[in-house]
Nanobody
Framework: QVQLVESGGRLVQAGGSLRLSCAAS????????MGWFRQAPGKEREFVAG????????DHAASVKGRFTISRDNGKNTVFLQMNNLKPEDTAVYYC??????????????WGQGTQVTVSS
């Protein structure tokens, strides 16, 4: 099992940047595919980005492609989400997640508690 703790969310103006971090503990971090999801008020949780165990493969949702970048540091048991050119529609609670199989999308097994990102216009 793995425990996940997100950090880095805050209020930011449109056009600004944030970097979210997710620290993992428990079983070997590098054995997990990692992902970021978000949930805005009144909306379903949606996939934002995923990264393979070694970091060679990434996948980003169309709505964030070119603005957000997922990365990981297996030596520090941490996954990141660099968010640039933020828009008000990016406002949501952002969740870090982990899974054991190799697909970057689909169902994830373990979840963090979430971190709030608010983008003001």
């Amino acid at each position: 099992q793995v425990q996940l703790v997100e950090s880095g969310g805050r209020l930011v103006q449109a056009g600004g940047s944030l970097r979210l971090s997710c620290a993992a503990s428990g079983r070997t971090f590098s054995s997990y595919v990692m992902g970021w999801f978000r949930q805005a008020p009144g909306k379903e949780r949606e996939f934002v980005a995923g990264i393979s165990r070694g970091g060679a493969r990434t996948d980003h949702a169309a709505s964030v492609k070119g603005r957000f970048t997922i990365s990981r540091d297996n030596g520090k048991n941490t996954v990141f989400l660099q968010m640039n050119n933020l828009k008000p529609e990016d406002t949501a609670v952002y969740y870090c997640a982990a899974k054991g199989n190799v697909a970057l999308r689909g169902d994830y097994d373990y979840w963090g508690q979430g971190t709030q990102v608010t983008v003001s216009s």
